[in-house]
Nanobody, 116 residues
Framework: VQLQASGGGSVQIGGSLRLSCTAS????????MSWYRQTPLKEREFVST???????HYADDVKGRFTISADVAENTVYLQMNSLKPEDTAVYYC???????????WGRGTLVTVSS
C-alpha cells in the first residue's frame, strides 16, 4: 500500500490550504485515515482522523479551523485548513489503516509553511 499526499505549499497567515492523500494498493479498504504533522523541534503529533463511517476527531489546536473529509470509494482523505497560523507550519503526514489488515501505512509528507 502506498499513500500519496499533496496540496502543501506556502501561504500567508489567515490563508487556507487543502491537503489530500490517496491510498493505493492491493486489497486496501479504508478503515480510517489520519493526518499528523511534525516540525524539527517537535515530535510527530496528531492532527485529525476520520473513519470510513465518517466519524471525525481533531486535535484541540485545530478544532474549528481544520476540516477532515474522505472519499471512501477512492480511498482518499482531505484536510481543509483555514485560518492558518505560523504554528501550523510543519510537514504533514498521512496515515491509513485498512480493514482486514493489522498494520498501518505512512505517506512521505507534504510541507505546509505559514508566514506573514
Amino acid at each position: 500500500v502506498q499513500l500519496q499526499a499533496s496540496g502543501g505549499g506556502s501561504v500567508q497567515i489567515g490563508g487556507s490550504l487543502r491537503l489530500s492523500c490517496t491510498a493505493s494498493g492491493s486489497g486496501f479498504r479504508m478503515k480510517f485515515m489520519s493526518w499528523y504533522r511534525q516540525t524539527p523541534l517537535k515530535e510527530r503529533e496528531f492532527v485529525s482522523t476520520i473513519t470510513a463511517s465518517g466519524r471525525t476527531h481533531y486535535a484541540d489546536d485545530v478544532k474549528g479551523r481544520f476540516t477532515i473529509s474522505a472519499d471512501v470509494a477512492e480511498n482518499t482523505v482531505y484536510l481543509q485548513m483555514n485560518s492558518l497560523k505560523p504554528e501550523d507550519t510543519a510537514v504533514y503526514y498521512c496515515n491509513a489503516e485498512s480493514l482486514g489488515r493489522s498494520t498501518s501505512w505512512w505517506g512521505r509528507g507534504t510541507l505546509v509553511t505559514v508566514s506573514s
